[in-house]
């Protein structure tokens, strides 16, 4: 504090220490400050007020109260204080009570000031303790957090990759077994294709044998059979195209979450890891502020959750897909290889009665040549009695007309005359008779070469089914595909 307006004496006239504007400490002065006045530096305005604060500045160093001196002390005036004598104006001045009272003012605000600051210091430690404290098992809980965090975060990885690896070998299956009903529908074209053709080929049967027969009644059906299984062979591909479509979103979809995971999983195990000492670590003001978050932890693992519920359901549909595909293959290549089985026995039965047929009108045709040749040779022969009985008509003739020259009453009726009479009529009768047996035998003859060609022609009908139903036929259904490529396999 600086003292303005005390007594001046001469004993101030000393030498002046270097200035300073703050007292000493309290302490350097506990054996002194009674005697001695410190030496202050009246460099302010003398006009200022008692400043009490003064005392409470900390000085750089500890100055030492000066000694007295005379007179006789060559001092130049600058360094001096000034008399009273050379003073214009007369200052207020301070009662010793007055000081004193500051004093003890001064040693109260000094023992508050150090109270109050020993206080504040065992605070501020306790503060800090417990702030350090605080944040250590704040920041134990965050790390707490974080690893329970990165748990969840591997509990439901580990879910995902397990239903992904089960979805990617159910996807991997059905794509096989979808594999398996392209080959086997594509195997049911050769089959469809033959029936037809058999169709086709019975259609340039001739004649009677161009018949409604169990052989076209089978083939018919075949072809029915045939086209039906295709149909649910193209019902369950297309079901099979779309379930796998569905099996790839979810896939997908199980995919994207798990990467999402696996990011996730890296920064939150990075961020557990991360301590005061790690490097890295650094101030980013403000972003305690940013909430960027679109979930909580509900959403979030009932999103994943729906994931693998959703890819469970589609595996189920799958697998009950790939069930169904097989038993159709199984119920497809069984229908076909019946109905195939029942058409080839049709045929066999069909070939072995068109052979029969054959086989017998061969017989006729033989018979009925034999018949031809017998007719014939009854023709030549009643042809011959005809001529040999011309003979024998005119030698009765040339007798009667000779005996017509018998002259007068020769010319008797006599038995020899009438003799002769008889057997002119019973020679043409003959005659008469021989020729129309040799009409009737010549009718016999037309109706036995008609018959002929008419066994002549179904033997040719015949033939030709037996050509067309055993050799272009059947020789087509000796290569109907087998059970194991009917069901998709190679």
């Given at each position: 504090?600086?003292?303005?307006?005390?007594?001046?004496?001469?004993?101030?006239?000393?030498?002046?220490?270097?200035?300073?504007?703050?007292?000493?400490?309290?302490?350097?002065?506990?054996?002194?400050?009674?005697?001695?006045?410190?030496?202050?530096?009246?460099?302010?305005?003398?006009?200022?007020?008692?400043?009490?604060?003064?005392?409470?500045?900390?000085?750089s160093?500890?100055?030492?109260?000066?000694?007295?001196?005379?007179?006789?002390?060559?001092?130049?005036?600058?360094?001096?204080?000034?008399?009273?004598?050379?003073?214009?104006?007369?200052?207020?001045?301070?009662?010793?009570?007055?000081?004193?009272?500051?004093?003890?003012?001064?040693?109260?605000?000094?023992?508050?000031?150090?109270?109050?600051?020993?206080?504040?210091?065992?605070?501020?430690?306790?503060?800090?303790?417990d702030?350090?404290?605080?944040?250590?098992?704040?920041?134990?809980?965050?790390?707490?957090?974080?690893?329970?965090?990165?748990?969840?975060?591997?509990?439901?990885?580990s879910?995902?990759?397990?239903?992904?690896?089960?979805?990617?070998?159910?996807?991997?299956?059905?794509?096989?077994?979808?594999?398996?009903?392209?080959?086997?529908?594509?195997?049911?074209?050769?089959?469809?294709?033959?029936?037809?053709?058999?169709?086709?080929?019975?259609?340039?049967?001739?004649?009677?044998?161009?018949?409604?027969?169990?052989?076209?009644?089978?083939?018919?059906?075949?072809?029915?059979?045939i086209?039906?299984?295709q149909?649910?062979?193209?019902?369950?591909?297309?079901?099979?195209?779309?379930?796998?479509?569905?099996?790839?979103?979810?896939?997908?979809?199980?995919?994207?979450d798990l990467?999402?995971?696996?990011a996730a999983?890296?920064?939150?195990?990075?961020?557990?890891?991360?301590q005061?000492?790690?490097?890295?670590?650094?101030?980013?003001r403000?972003?305690?502020?940013?909430?960027?978050?679109?979930?909580?932890?509900?959403s979030?693992?009932?999103?994943?959750?729906?994931?693998?519920?959703?890819?469970?359901?589609?595996?189920?549909?799958s697998?009950?897909?790939?069930?169904?595909?097989?038993?159709?293959?199984?119920?497809?290549?069984?229908?076909?290889?019946?109905?195939?089985?029942?058409?080839?026995?049709?045929?066999?039965?069909?070939?072995a009665?068109?052979?029969?047929?054959?086989?017998?009108?061969?017989?006729?045709?033989?018979?009925?040549?034999?018949e031809?040749?017998?007719?014939?040779?009854?023709?030549?022969?009643?042809?011959?009695?005809?001529?040999?009985?011309?003979?024998?008509?005119?030698?009765?003739?040339?007798?009667?007309?000779?005996?017509?020259?018998?002259?007068?009453i020769?010319?008797?009726?006599?038995?020899?005359q009438?003799?002769?009479?008889?057997?002119?009529?019973?020679?043409?009768?003959?005659?008469?008779?021989?020729?129309?047996?040799?009409?009737?035998?010549?009718?016999?003859?037309?109706?036995?070469?008609?018959?002929?060609?008419?066994?002549?022609?179904?033997?040719?009908?015949?033939?030709?089914?037996?050509?067309?139903?055993?050799?272009?036929?059947?020789?087509?259904?000796?290569?109907?595909?087998?059970?194991?490529?009917?069901?998709?396999?190679?």
């Amino acid at each position: 504090m600086e003292l303005l307006g005390s007594t001046l004496t001469a004993t101030y006239a000393h030498p002046r220490p270097t200035p300073t504007n703050f007292l000493p400490a309290i302490s350097t002065m506990a054996s002194s400050y009674r005697d001695r006045f410190p030496h202050c530096n009246l460099t302010h305005s003398l006009s200022l007020p008692w400043r009490p604060s003064t005392y409470y500045r900390v000085a750089s160093s500890s100055p030492t109260l000066a000694p007295y001196c005379t007179r006789s002390q060559k001092v130049s005036e600058s360094t001096m204080l000034p008399f009273v004598s050379n003073r214009t104006t007369l200052f207020t001045r301070y009662t010793p009570d007055d000081w004193y009272r500051s004093n003890l003012t001064n040693y109260l605000e000094s023992n508050t000031s150090r109270h109050n600051s020993e206080r504040l210091r065992v605070d501020t430690s306790r503060l800090i303790q417990d702030k350090y404290q605080q944040t250590r098992k704040t920041q134990a809980d965050s790390t707490q957090n974080l690893g329970e965090r990165v748990n969840d975060i591997g509990f439901w990885k580990s879910e995902i990759i397990h239903e992904l690896d089960a979805m990617i070998g159910e996807t991997n299956e059905l794509t096989d077994v979808k594999k398996k009903l392209e080959r086997a529908l594509m195997e049911t074209e050769a089959p469809l294709q033959v029936a037809r053709e058999c169709l086709f080929h019975r259609e340039k049967r001739m004649g009677i044998d161009l018949v409604h027969d169990e052989v076209e009644t089978e083939l018919l059906t075949e072809v029915d059979i045939i086209l039906c299984c295709q149909e649910r062979m193209k019902l369950h591909l297309d079901k099979a195209i779309a379930q796998l479509a569905a099996n790839r979103a979810s896939q997908h979809e199980l995919e994207k979450d798990l990467n999402d995971k696996q990011a996730a999983y890296r920064i939150d195990d990075k961020c557990h890891h991360l301590q005061n000492t790690s490097d890295g670590v650094s101030y980013f003001r403000g972003v305690e502020r940013v909430d960027a978050t679109i979930s909580v932890p509900e959403s979030w693992a009932k999103f994943t959750d729906d994931n693998i519920l959703r890819s469970q359901s589609e595996r189920a549909a799958s697998a009950k897909l790939r069930d169904d595909i097989q038993n159709l293959l199984v119920v497809t290549a069984n229908e076909m290889w019946n109905q195939f089985n029942k058409v080839n026995l049709s045929f066999t039965n069909r070939i072995a009665e068109t052979a029969d047929a054959k086989n017998k009108i061969q017989i006729h045709l033989a018979k009925t040549l034999q018949e031809i040749f017998q007719t014939e040779m009854t023709i030549e022969s009643i042809k011959k009695a005809i001529k040999d009985k011309s003979a024998f008509l005119k030698v009765a003739q040339t007798r009667l007309d000779e005996r017509t020259r018998r002259p007068n009453i020769e010319l008797c009726r006599d038995m020899a005359q009438l003799r002769l009479v008889n057997e002119v009529y019973e020679v043409d009768d003959t005659i008469q008779t021989l020729q129309q047996r040799l009409r009737d035998a010549e009718d016999t003859l037309q109706s036995l070469v008609h018959t002929k060609a008419t066994l002549e022609h179904e033997l040719a009908v015949k033939a030709n089914s037996l050509y067309i139903d055993q050799e272009k036929c059947m020789s087509m259904r000796k290569s109907f595909p087998n059970t194991l490529r009917l069901v998709g396999f190679c």
